[in-house]
């Protein structure tokens, strides 16, 4: 099914204090979720976990619940990472060279934080599996509200190891996004937020208006029986895939001018300034660039992500947060109650010029802000010297905020 056509927002959560959680029963909650399955492996000195976690009663209503740690049992907190859109825990354990342990989860595992992640529910469908071999009817539901729950399940896992030593959240894009839905479903829950190039409120009107005429779309999408996105992210890996295998070719793209070649296809996607709409703020670029190459960005690193991507978005996913910055608040109402510090990190050519409303939101006094002015959206993680500009300051305030 085809929704809106808008290329990839990603690069594009002792004794147990129940008011830190929302007032659903923490008893259900876990009990409507169920581990099926659990995989362990190690990575040079760290332990990598991964389950197969199912929620209720559909098949295809399956996360992957993550956890990288120093094998020995000495770590002083926990930090849980949310994927960006199309995206998995895999954006952040991913390396351009293949090593695990340059990346950057791994960074802050070495360093004896106990790192969990999420990987949501599209991950692992086929292409094309929704169109006949799978019973995708399920996804309806899996809109914001269902990755809220899904990581209020996780906070509860780390709970049970970390006891009352509250874990930091966040994440990038959808991530960023998923992250203050978070804040907002238990505001006492966490020790700090990671609110890196995503928001979920706006007061400017431009990006209101923008958002309400998406959000109208998507809706209209959804009554009509339109349930997923199959195009968006298969589309930018396919772009890809042409620019790699044959970069003078001419591309077979549509939309592009006539005589573009697949590279110059492939450079122009990710490098181009979107109007808003389609995209959710003015100007918003995943990587600063033009025909000629990528300006900011490894090409290599931008290459990593790009093959990671899932097949597959909710559209409800997309409607909750594109409404949301339309101005419908049943994500952000409670952000005034979040009081804990605060580690902002937003580019000039894409949300962060736009955040400062989304900020202001939260209750927090302790806030952190990294402003890199000629970044686009996936400009600072895929930069060459990402670890000095990235890792290392982050790692100082994690530390700072976890008490280590």
């Known amino acids: ?9 990603v690069f594009l959560l ?17 009990a409507h979720y169920q581990v099926v399955a659990r995989a362990e492996r190690r990575v040079g000195p760290l332990t990598v976990t991964e389950e197969t976690v199912q929620v209720g009663a559909d098949p295809l209503a399956r996360f992957t619940l993550h956890r990288m740690r120093r094998s020995q049992t000495d770590e002083s907190g926990a930090l849980l990472l949310m994927p960006g859109g199309g995206s998995n825990f895999a954006f952040y354990t991913a390396d351009e060279n293949g090593d695990e ?9 070495l360093r004896g934080i106990d790192v969990w992640g999420y990987s949501p529910r599209t991950r692992g469908l086929a292409a094309g599996a929704c169109s006949g071999a799978v019973d995708c009817s399920g996804m309806r539901d899996w809109g914001l509200q269902s990755v809220v729950d899904d990581g209020l399940y996780i906070r509860e896992r780390i709970r049970r190891v970390h006891g009352e030593d509250r874990p930091v959240v966040g994440g990038i894009s959808l991530g960023a996004m998923s992250t203050l839905a978070l804040l907002n479903a238990a505001p006492e829950a966490w020790a700090g937020a990671v609110v890196w190039e995503g928001m979920l409120y706006s007061r ?7 958002n309400q005429t998406v959000c109208d779309d998507l809706e209209t999408q959804i009554a009509g029986g339109a349930l997923w996105d199959d195009t968006t992210y298969p589309g930018v890996r396919f ?5 790699t295998a044959d970069p003078d070719g001419l591309t077979p793209v549509p939309g592009f001018p006539p005589g573009f070649t697949n590279r110059q296809a492939y450079l122009a996607a990710l490098t181009t300034p979107q109007p808003a709409p389609p995209s959710y703020v003015p100007g918003y670029t995943l990587a600063v660039g033009d025909l000629t190459g990528f300006r900011i960005a490894s090409e290599a690193r931008l290459a990593m992500l790009v093959l990671q991507l899932n097949q597959y978005e909710a559209l409800a996913l997309v409607r909750d947060y594109t409404c949301a910055l339309a101005g419908e608040r049943t994500f952000t109402r409670r952000l005034p109650r979040f009081k804990a510090p605060v580690y902002v990190i937003g580019s000039g050519h894409a949300f962060g010029a736009w955040m400062g409303d989304n900020v202001a939101l939260l209750g927090s006094t302790d806030v952190t802000r990294r402003y890199n002015p000629a970044f686009g ?23 700072r905020v976890l008490g280590m």
């Open 239 to 243: 772009l890809y895939d042409l620019a």
């Open 14 to 30: 002792g004794t147990f204090n129940a008011d830190l959680l929302p007032a659903q029963s923490e008893a259900a909650r876990q």
């Open 1 to 9: 099914m085809r929704p809106r056509a808008l290329f990839l927002a």
């Open 204 to 210: 400017n009107p431009v990006v209101r208006d923008a």
């Open 101 to 109: 342990l340059h990346s950057f989860a791994a960074y802050f595992a």
């Open 377 to 399: 959206h996936g400009d600072l993680f895929a930069h060459p010297d990402h670890v000095r500009l990235l890792e290392q300051p982050l790692y100082r305030w994690l530390k």
